[in-house]
């Protein structure tokens, strides 16, 4: 495909065709409602094909659809420069050496000062120019491992991010970053969590909810907050994002107990049923949890093997039968229902469950209220479904939940040891006990009244 229309397809290509328009234009579009003057900027693969995105001047992107078009006029030209000027990486032998592994998203990115775009930064010497402080913290090693969207990702993408960091921990290196998308961040981290056994350093998770063309942009913050974190004694996978909307401090997250609570906060990330491990401010951190696994000289091993054929589903008013028969004629080996409140399917159902399980398929019960444990022996009905075959799965989050019975089906086929394995703590996923203030923890309040 011509790159002067890179990531233009089908109705909105021809529709720049016919305007004689290309990537980089300055142009002004009139639609039904108004008129719109920016940058027409490249769109990614998996863009919309309806759309045209342009910078405004604001430096905020614009989609628009090519159905509201009426006339497009060029004013001008402002091409990208593609080629970011790179300043060496300084290295210095009194500080950590970081390998930071990229998946995609938009933290490691930085914004073109020309045209506004945001374009990929994955150098050492890039990633340098974009947050200089990274270089005060330590030495930096880059390398980008795949670039999907992160809602693209998948088992074999964390089996062979679990194969790098296990060579890079056992290589020497003193702590690994993941530049990851933040939608599906959690199954990523909880997926390594159980992947990687005997961890001997930190591997911190971070993202951005805002990309780098943004002033409000998370992006240096959350990068030189995850180095901090990665040069310290935590050797867990972790998640660290934004703690509040101040900007101010990230928090560090168990890489099982993590979720996405929100579509566009920068503090999105949350620990579910329990306090985060700590956080960092101003490149020093507070932990407030000491149960966790510390720095070792012990050696990183990838237990990798995962059954794909693993099934989440959502318990909802009307559920049929045919939702799981659907999966057992399919052929799947697990299965981790989603259920109302303690725990609770739809009776209707149980017919099928019966047969899910007389075929050999695993079933984990997890609670779609997401705080809380699942209490299956409260109701008549839970306790009928663990006669049946249900496993309860305690606090698990119906994510965190599906990544460990895939792992859990990777491991072994012999129904005592899955057992076994799903009751097993394995990494942190398991707490003894609800805390009250984790269902709307604000760690502001809790320093402020000195609870932490």
Same mark, same amino acid.
């Given at each position: ?6 990531? +233009?397809? &089908?109705?909105?290509? &021809? ?10 234009? #300055?142009?002004?579009?009139k639609?039904?409602?108004? /008129? ?10 998996y863009?919309?094909? =309806?759309?045209?995105? /342009?910078?405004?001047?604001?430096? @905020?992107?614009?989609? /628009?659809?090519?159905?509201?078009i ?17 300043? *060496? ?8 050496n970081?390998?930071?592994l ?18 990929? $930064? ?7 120019s ?26 074999? @993408? ?9 060579d ?13 998308g933040?939608? %599906? !961040?959690?199954?990523? *981290?909880?997926?390594?969590?159980? !992947? ?34 990665a #040069? ?8 660290? !994002? ?28 949350r ?20 149960? @966790?696994?510390?720095?070792s000289? $012990? ?29 057992i ?17 739809g009776?209707?159902? +149980?017919? $099928?469950?019966?047969r ?12 779609q ?9 409260? +109701? ?6 663990? =006669?049946?075959?249900v ?20 491991? %072994?086929n012999?129904? &005592? ?5 799903? +009751? ?16 709307? @923890? ?11």
């Amino acid at each position: 495909m011509d790159d002067k229309l890179k990531g +233009y397809k &089908e109705k909105a290509r &021809e529709l720049l065709i016919n305007f004689k328009i290309e990537i980089w234009d #300055i142009i002004q579009v009139k639609t039904d409602k108004t /008129i719109l003057e920016g940058i027409l900027l490249p769109r990614s693969e998996y863009a919309s094909l =309806n759309y045209i995105e /342009i910078k405004l001047e604001n430096n @905020y992107n614009v989609g /628009i659809n090519i159905s509201d078009i009426q006339d497009i006029k060029k004013i001008g030209k402002r091409e990208a420069k593609y080629k970011i000027p790179e300043k *060496s990486f300084p290295k210095n032998k009194n500080l950590p050496n970081l390998k930071l592994l990229g998946t995609g998203g938009t933290v490691a990115s930085r914004l073109d000062y020309t045209t506004g775009a945001v374009i990929p $930064s994955f150098t050492p010497g890039e990633l340098f120019s974009a947050v200089p402080e990274l270089a005060e913290i330590c030495n930096l090693e880059c390398e980008l491992v795949f670039e999907i969207l992160s809602e693209n990702m998948k088992a074999e @993408y964390w089996q062979k991010l679990a194969g790098k960091v296990k060579d890079a921990a056992n290589s020497g290196i003193d702590g690994i970053i993941i530049g990851h998308g933040t939608d %599906t !961040m959690s199954f990523t *981290s909880a997926a390594l969590s159980f !992947m990687l056994k005997d961890l001997s350093i930190p591997v911190v998770l971070v993202g951005s909810q805002r990309s780098s063309d943004r002033p409000s942009s998370d992006a240096a913050l959350n990068l030189i907050n995850a180095a901090t974190v990665a #040069i310290s004694d935590i050797a867990e996978v972790v998640v660290t !994002m934004l703690g509040s909307t101040s900007h101010d401090y990230g928090l560090i997250h168990r890489g099982t107990l993590v979720r996405k609570m929100h579509s566009s906060y920068r503090n999105t990330f949350r620990t579910i049923d329990e306090i985060p491990l700590g956080m960092v401010k101003n490149r020093k951190i507070k932990m407030f949890k000491d149960n @966790y696994k510390k720095r070792s000289q $012990s050696e990183t091993k990838a237990l990798i093997n995962f059954e794909k054929k693993v099934a989440l589903v959502y318990s909802y008013p009307g559920i049929e039968n045919e939702q799981i028969d659907f999966y057992i004629d399919k052929g799947y080996k697990g299965i981790v229902l989603a259920g109302t409140g303690l725990g609770h399917v739809g009776t209707i159902i +149980y017919d $099928s469950i019966k047969r899910a399980i007389q075929e050999g398929i695993t079933i984990l019960m997890t609670t779609q209220t997401l705080h809380g444990f699942v209490g299956m022996n409260v +109701y008549s009905t839970g306790r009928e479904l663990q =006669n049946i075959g249900v496993i309860p799965g305690r606090n698990l989050l119906p994510e965190v939940g599906y990544v460990k019975l895939g792992w859990v089906l990777g491991q %072994t086929n012999n129904p &005592e040891e899955i057992k076994e394995l799903l +009751y097993t703590n394995i990494a942190g996923e398991f707490i003894e006990r609800e805390l009250p203030i984790a269902f709307n @923890y604000n760690i502001d309040e809790l320093l402020k009244n000195k609870k932490l």
